[in-house]
């Protein structure tokens, strides 16, 4: 059984194949069109995880999409009703939910064939039931709390759940216009970050100030006694006013969500990026992440003791929120976590397609998502003859190239570059799920040398000097450099760790403000290639961590070696590793 599972009309759209029950591959439109958040119908995804598994669009069995337009529709009319000044803003949304049943008209179009050639069966997943999916039946988790937490989707913000075996038991739900992502992206917005997804700069932001308005914060959003909240919906627009969301072809965006009340409260907001930031903006940054977490701990605390069940699976554009998701031991009783690579909307395409499988097939769990590895992989040929595409502009800047076949040589040359202070692109294998880079589209360098954060941020990321950087650690020797316990994984760079103070001033490129870290753990099972660099690494320093950053200007991660060879050529990296190409800038003979 072939399920093609999508996530469209919305940002970050994305495309995943699952053949029964096994999820062979995903990617998210952004990596092929270049621009960021890509929303709208994720065609070239598609057209890419089709001919990848060497099939035709008329092979696949179902596709599944994880929207549904008729969820909770009853509600979203008698809202239209009762609060008419937001009836564009409901229009608005109905409109986008609507073209998810044109989703076979679309494939046609962008396949060039009549619909009726399109035999598969389209199966719609309500939004947060898509969500669930996506973590709990991945998970290694026979039975577990669920829960999802973002901004809205099919006019639900909250959800949580049951899992067992191949069930999920909905325990209850947030309704709109209550939404903790919209809490936080209002607040975001207010801060100066208008663009869709600055939500992380908040969380980067919020290391360098104290929570000192957070009393004020709990006038916004309120703790209800059933374990879930509300907000006071007089600081927002989207409520009353309505708001405009683009998920039209192309970067998706938003209008304000705050309101003049929000303004009264804070006083005026940051404009833009290119304003100064304060320490009031630095302190209201923490105030909004305690809120956050406050609010998060609530949900979860109160949904261990109605499930008296130890394990965990959370999803949601929420739940990319790391600093949060590293307390979850110690604010709550949960022992066992999972959080998918992409908890956002991306990961809904995963969500939705394993969601039918389950449906359908009746089979037994049998798939556990150990991997983000699902992307597109290179063969030496194709990497060969894009440096000869290149190779002008690579001999203006007198570029030295060397195939080095041997692997753990070239572990040990880069590992010795990286000691030097050299800043390297890294491109290895299939590309990462999701929005971090994990070891194969990464730029890596020395988490020893404090100036790397500035090298980073000034001459190659061109971003906010705030922005924090995350520590790549062996597996074995989390526990020697961050206060955690021993058997915690962070595979997929999903939770912030505080680091042992002994240890902070040697990795100063990645310690926090605050002394933490957003790390991720290497299993020499999981990415051989990218442990024998850091071990190679830790054989002349000794230290097991390298500094991780996703391979980008300002863009999304790097897809293609084109790519990977041209913000190589425009930045001031030092070096570039292609599969088994090392590639050394400015070479002096």
């Not at 829960?147 to 899992?163: E, P, Y």
């Not at 570059?417 to 589209?441: K, T």
């Not at 605050?514 to 850091?534: A, E, F, H, V, W």
């Given at each position: 059984?072939?399920?093609?599972?999508?996530?469209?009309?919305?940002?970050?759209?994305?495309?995943?194949?699952?053949?029964?029950?096994?999820?062979?591959?995903?990617?998210?439109?952004?990596?092929?069109?270049?621009?960021?958040?890509?929303?709208?119908?994720?065609?070239?995804?598609?057209?890419?995880?089709?001919?990848?598994?060497?099939?035709?669009?008329?092979?696949?069995?179902?596709?599944?999409?994880?929207?549904?337009?008729?969820?909770?529709?009853?509600?979203?009319?008698?809202?239209?009703?009762?609060?008419?000044?937001?009836?564009?803003?409901?229009?608005?949304?109905?409109?986008?939910?609507?073209?998810?049943?044109?989703?076979?008209?679309?494939?046609?179009?962008?396949?060039?064939?009549?619909?009726?050639?399109?035999?598969?069966?389209?199966k719609n997943v309500e939004h947060h039931k898509s969500h669930i999916a996506s973590?709990?039946?991945?998970?290694?988790?026979?039975?577990?709390?669920?829960?999802?937490?973002?901004?809205?989707?099919?006019?639900?913000?909250?959800?949580?759940?049951?899992?067992?075996?191949?069930?999920?038991?909905?325990?209850?739900?947030?309704?709109?216009?209550?939404?903790?992502?919209?809490?936080?992206?209002?607040?975001?917005?207010?801060?100066?970050?208008?663009?869709?997804?600055?939500?992380?700069?908040?969380?980067?932001?919020?290391?360098?100030?104290?929570?000192?308005?957070?009393?004020?914060?709990?006038?916004?959003?309120?703790?209800?006694?059933?374990?879930?909240?509300?907000?006071?919906?007089?600081?927002?627009?989207?409520?009353?006013?309505?708001?405009?969301?683009?998920?039209?072809?192309?970067?998706?965006?938003?209008?304000?969500?705050?309101?003049?009340?929000?303004?009264?409260?804070?006083?005026?907001?940051?404009?833009?990026?290119?304003?100064?930031?304060?320490?009031?903006?630095?302190?209201?940054?923490?105030?909004?992440?305690?809120?956050?977490?406050?609010?998060?701990?609530?949900?979860?605390?109160?949904?261990?003791?109605?499930?008296?069940?130890?394990?965990?699976?959370?999803?949601?554009?929420?739940?990319?929120?790391?600093?949060?998701?590293?307390?979850?031991?110690?604010?709550?009783?949960?022992?066992?976590i999972y959080i998918p690579p992409a908890s956002y909307d991306a990961g809904t395409?995963?969500?939705?397609?394993?969601?039918?499988?389950?449906?359908?097939s009746n089979s037994n769990r049998s798939f556990v998502m150990e991997s983000p590895?699902?992307?597109?992989?290179?063969?030496?040929?194709?990497?060969?003859?894009?440096?000869?595409?290149?190779?002008?502009?690579?001999?203006?800047?007198?570029?030295?190239?060397?195939?080095?076949?041997?692997?753990?040589?070239?572990?040990?040359?880069?590992?010795?570059?990286?000691?030097?202070?050299?800043?390297?692109?890294?491109?290895?294998?299939?590309?990462?799920?999701?929005?971090?880079?994990?070891?194969?589209?990464?730029?890596?360098?020395?988490?020893?040398?404090?100036?790397?954060?500035?090298?980073?941020?000034?001459?190659?990321?061109?971003?906010?000097?705030?922005?924090?950087?995350?520590?790549?650690?062996?597996?074995?020797?989390?526990?020697?450099?961050?206060?955690?316990?021993?058997?915690?994984?962070?595979?997929?760079?999903?939770?912030?760790?505080?680091?042992?103070?002994?240890?902070?001033?040697?990795?100063?490129?990645?310690?926090?403000?605050?002394?933490?870290?957003?790390?991720?753990?290497?299993?020499?099972?999981?990415?051989?290639?990218?442990?024998?660099?850091?071990?190679?690494?830790?054989?002349?320093?000794?230290?097991?961590?390298?500094?991780?950053?996703?391979?980008?200007?300002?863009?999304?991660?790097?897809?293609?070696?084109?790519?990977?060879?041209?913000?190589?050529?425009?930045?001031?990296?030092?070096?570039?590793?292609?599969?088994?190409?090392?590639?050394?800038?400015?070479?002096?003979?």
């Amino acid at each position: 059984m072939k399920i093609l599972g999508i996530n469209a009309y919305h940002g970050d759209s994305s495309a995943c194949l699952v053949v029964d029950g096994i999820l062979v591959n995903a990617i998210e439109e952004e990596r092929i069109r270049r621009i960021k958040h890509w929303a709208g119908f994720p065609i070239e995804s598609i057209k890419w995880c089709i001919s990848n598994a060497g099939l035709s669009i008329t092979d696949i069995d179902y596709i599944a999409i994880s929207r549904d337009p008729s969820a909770h529709l009853h509600k979203k009319i008698l809202r239209t009703l009762i609060k008419t000044p937001s009836v564009d803003f409901i229009k608005n949304r109905i409109s986008n939910l609507s073209k998810i049943s044109t989703v076979k008209t679309a494939i046609a179009t962008g396949f060039n064939l009549d619909i009726s050639d399109i035999k598969a069966q389209v199966k719609n997943v309500e939004h947060h039931k898509s969500h669930i999916a996506s973590t709990f039946f991945v998970s290694p988790f026979d039975e577990a709390a669920c829960i999802t937490v973002d901004g809205f989707g099919d006019f639900l913000s909250t959800m949580r759940a049951f899992g067992k075996g191949t069930n999920i038991k909905i325990y209850d739900w947030v309704e709109y216009p209550h939404s903790l992502g919209i809490f936080y992206t209002a607040l975001t917005q207010y801060l100066g970050f208008k663009n869709y997804g600055d939500e992380y700069k908040v969380m980067g932001l919020s290391a360098y100030g104290k929570p000192v308005y957070l009393e004020k914060m709990r006038g916004i959003v309120k703790l209800k006694k059933n374990g879930l909240f509300e907000l006071d919906t007089t600081f927002f627009n989207h409520t009353n006013q309505g708001t405009q969301m683009m998920w039209e072809n192309g970067k998706p965006e938003i209008d304000i969500l705050y309101s003049d009340k929000l303004i009264d409260c804070f006083g005026k907001s940051r404009l833009n990026n290119d304003d100064e930031i304060t320490r009031y903006h630095m302190d209201l940054a923490s105030s909004i992440q305690a809120m956050y977490e406050e609010v998060f701990f609530h949900i979860l605390n109160d949904f261990f003791y109605k499930t008296n069940c130890e394990s965990i699976t959370l999803a949601g554009g929420c739940i990319q929120n790391s600093l949060a998701n590293g307390k979850i031991k110690d604010k709550t009783k949960f022992k066992n976590i999972y959080i998918p690579p992409a908890s956002y909307d991306a990961g809904t395409a995963i969500g939705a397609s394993i969601y039918v499988w389950y449906k359908i097939s009746n089979s037994n769990r049998s798939f556990v998502m150990e991997s983000p590895y699902l992307g597109p992989k290179y063969k030496e040929q194709e990497i060969k003859d894009c440096i000869e595409n290149h190779n002008l502009e690579l001999a203006k800047m007198n570029c030295k190239i060397e195939l080095v076949k041997d692997e753990l040589e070239l572990c040990k040359k880069t590992a010795k570059l990286i000691e030097n202070g050299n800043v390297i692109g890294w491109f290895q294998g299939m590309s990462e799920f999701g929005p971090r880079a994990l070891g194969n589209r990464s730029i890596v360098c020395d988490p020893r040398k404090p100036e790397m954060k500035d090298i980073l941020n000034e001459r190659i990321k061109r971003r906010e000097w705030f922005r924090p950087f995350a520590p790549s650690i062996l597996e074995e020797k989390v526990s020697e450099w961050f206060e955690c316990m021993k058997d915690d994984s962070v595979p997929f760079m999903e939770k912030v760790f505080m680091i042992k103070e002994t240890k902070q001033k040697l990795i100063p490129a990645v310690c926090h403000m605050d002394g933490t870290g957003r790390l991720q753990t290497i299993s020499s099972k999981l990415n051989p290639k990218y442990y024998n660099l850091i071990k190679e690494f830790e054989n002349l320093t000794g230290v097991p961590i390298i500094l991780n950053t996703s391979f980008n200007e300002n863009e999304p991660i790097v897809n293609t070696p084109s790519e990977a060879i041209e913000c190589f050529i425009r930045t001031k990296m030092d070096n570039l590793v292609l599969e088994d190409f090392l590639i050394t800038k400015n070479h002096k003979k």
